[in-house]
């Protein structure tokens, strides 16, 4: 972060003074999420956060994501565990200072 400024640094740069929207989806890893966080990362231009159970599975999904050029995270999050939720929320403080939006996907 430059000196003065309250907002950190994406993984993608956008124009200068401008910030993406940043967004958490948990169960973006597959499905509804998946198809909610490739519109909202590649046509709406927001800065995507995967919550998944599975780190490896919200891993690659980011990949995916961040190859056709959205800017994308993810983030091992279960939320049915405190501890995860409570490490999630660290996490994404410590890197991206906020959340705009979230959205949970439902588990089958």
Do not use: Y
Not at 13 to 30: D, R, V, W
Not at 39 to 50: G, R, T
């Amino acid at each position: 972060m430059a000196p003065g400024d309250d907002k950190p640094a994406t993984t993608r740069p956008f124009p200068a003074g401008e910030m993406p929207t940043i967004t958490l989806i948990t169960g973006a890893n597959q499905g509804i999420g998946f198809a909610t966080a490739t519109v909202l990362a590649k046509v709406h231009k927001h800065h995507v956060i995967i919550g998944s159970r599975n780190a490896e599975a919200g891993a690659e999904a980011a990949a995916l994501l961040r190859a056709e050029g959205g800017s994308v995270s993810c983030i091992q999050l279960d939320l049915t565990s405190d501890a995860s939720i409570e490490a999630a929320v660290d996490t994404i403080k410590r890197e991206h200072g906020r959340i705009d939006t979230s959205s949970t996907m439902p588990v089958s």
